[in-house]
């Protein structure tokens, strides 16, 4: 028989892992909300994540369930665990990806680096926080949010009257005077054994990852010491299986703080699938079935992964093939099977290569022709 | 909208075909002999591929219609052509790939090396060959061989007699003396482009492909650029579309003559998946699409794949993966989805490395936990 794995959630993650289930012949059940989604290929289920009986009937018969998407309600998690079906990351470890607040309160508990933060109830809240930080603070909801959405940046209570009003606690966290934001992804077994690809530097535009640079340039040594031993740190306190990353800040003093944890394959790890000896989709698959963990070795020098996002005319990424192809034949291209619209992540682009600047030059180049 | 790809046949090739589909967010619709083949996931379609409603109904809509194997009849092929449905390779090549008569004596026309060869209706043309060529020779029906089958070494007409009696004619080839198989691999576009990966030495083992390493040793230089000229010819000279695999024999005096053709991936190819910037697999759906060919350079100094073939015991490649992903961290394993079966191709494992030596004791160290 087949290892199979359930993943709730029908996205460009869920997708990317048919490849590597495909090579391993692990079978995949992808829980899909709509028709038509981007891992259509492997979708068993069109069901709400949130009903729990679809989830416990769509998890039945898998040897482990686990996510495209961090949403899934923990009453719903509680359901399939309780109908005996395994499910990594747990839901008691899943939670600290789902609530900022409660993160922040748990890492700070591990004595982790992260900015200064509060919880905000109340308008008294937030400006006590302001006055204390200079004027500014990053607010964000402590649930829900992702690329860029959840997260503004306030300089007085007024600005976040319509958040105050909902009357859910707030995260304020101070503006960090950072340098870079690097990102270090690790993946565990259930049992224990954890490995970390190299630290990678990623590049943000309009709160998206843009571009991801593996490894991050001038990394070697204390840098990717210290941001190894904060994943691994949080990877082991949290109980966390499957795939973890942790977005840091490099400050401009030199010190890692914890942005965001995401627990399941992330942005910043799509170089691996070309760059790295195993991906992070073909690890997570193993972590979360507890099976050995594949090295995680860079393939090249350098690894720069490009997002290729909607522009304002219409068609597919592949409409426009064979003038990427052509010029960059090099360079390992990735559909989401997405329609374009203008600003979402449609696919990406990854090159290899001995040169920094020149590798980024073509990464560039490629994903340029996608836009449109 | 996605292009689309159909392929007749689910076997292993078109199921390799899948990871680098979804990548390329091409749609990929396989056509099936029976529910439960090795390209399951892709299957739109179960009939027989030698019934030309069936095939002609299942190409509809499709951009190109490529292979899994090679059975296809000519008439099938003809209807769907006479459909308007492109078909790559097409069928005036692909006939090259189905009879290896007609193919001596297309190849023997381009003044391309072969070993001597002939036509054999009777025991009479059988015991003439014999007596040129020492008494032993290679003989072959013209259709329907592969790994093996369809070819056995005969000293007299009586040990044909059963082939002689259907009344089909035959091949016969001289015995080569040979030092080692090699395999050349070149992909073509419709349009013409064409683009040649490194030759790759192919050990055989009971008529079935058991290793091969990529580039072949010691075959820099003359060997190299005889292979890619050989294959560059049938492949321009045929008219051939997708990926065509020669292979030939080093003989002894350091010639090379062409042994076989294959007109798609082919299991000489499947290091590319893991050592090559473009795998055969992708670069077989990019030509048939008639898409810029991608980059063939070898992303190690040395690639060994070796395939794993069941064992005498029953049980699938993946109950075997907790030892053999541990033992292999870097080795990359991939699993056809097929029940074991002695002697049944069943996966194969690819190791990369610097040090040829080592990649061979690791890729088949890797392939040794899969027997059983």
Redesign the interface.
């Known amino acids: 028989?087949?290892?199979t794995v359930g993943v709730i959630g029908a996205g460009q993650l869920a997708?990317?892992m048919?490849?590597?289930a495909?090579?391993?012949?692990?079978e995949l059940r992808v829980l899909a909300e709509t028709e038509g989604e981007s891992a259509g290929?492997?979708v068993t289920t069109v069901a709400d994540y949130r009903d729990a009986s679809s989830v416990v009937e769509f998890a039945r018969g898998v040897d482990v369930l686990t996510f495209d998407h961090e949403h899934v309600p923990q009453d719903v998690l509680a359901a399939v665990v309780a109908a005996g079906i395994p499910v990594h990351p747990r839901p008691s470890a899943l939670l600290y990806a789902q609530d900022k607040l409660l993160m922040r309160e748990r890492l700070g508990g591990l004595g982790l680096p992260m900015p200064d933060w509060a919880r905000i109830e109340t308008a008294a809240d937030l400006t006590a926080f302001l006055d204390a930080h200079g004027g500014r603070l990053v607010l964000k909801t402590a649930r829900g949010g992702y690329d860029g959405k959840g997260v503004r940046v306030v300089g007085s209570a007024a600005e976040a009257a319509d958040w105050l009003e909902r009357g859910e606690p707030l995260l304020a966290e101070e503006l960090v005077d950072f340098r870079r934001e690097l990102a270090q992804l690790v993946a565990r077994r259930p049992s224990g054994d954890a490995v970390l690809w190299p630290v990678v530097e990623s590049v943000q535009r309009d709160g998206v990852c843009a571009e991801v640079i593996a490894p991050a340039p001038a990394s070697a040594g204390r840098i990717a010491d210290l941001a190894g031993d904060i994943a691994m740190t949080v990877a082991e306190q949290l109980d966390v299986a499957g795939v973890l990353a942790v977005e840091l800040f490099e400050t401009t003093d030199e010190r890692l703080v914890i942005n965001e944890l995401a627990m399941r394959p992330h942005n910043t790890g799509h170089w691996s699938?070309d760059g790295s000896?195993?991906s992070q989709f073909e690890q997570h698959l193993?972590a979360v079935l507890d099976?050995?963990?594949?090295?995680t070795?860079c393939?090249d020098s350098w690894s720069v992964m490009v997002n290729v996002l909607g522009g304002p005319g219409s068609g597919?990424?592949?409409d426009r093939?064979?003038v990427a192809?052509?010029a960059q034949?090099?360079v390992?291209?990735?559909?989401?099977?997405k329609e374009s619209r203008p600003g979402r992540k449609v696919?990406h682009v990854t090159a290899g290569g001995d040169d920094l600047e020149e590798t980024v030059y073509r990464a560039r180049a490629a994903s340029e022709f996608f836009r449109n």
């Open positions: 028989m087949s290892p997708r990317m048919i490849p590597p495909v090579e391993l012949g692990i290929l492997a699938i000896t195993t193993r099976l050995p963990l594949g090295d070795g393939r597919s990424l592949t093939y064979a192809l052509d034949s090099g390992k291209f990735h559909s989401y099977g696919g």
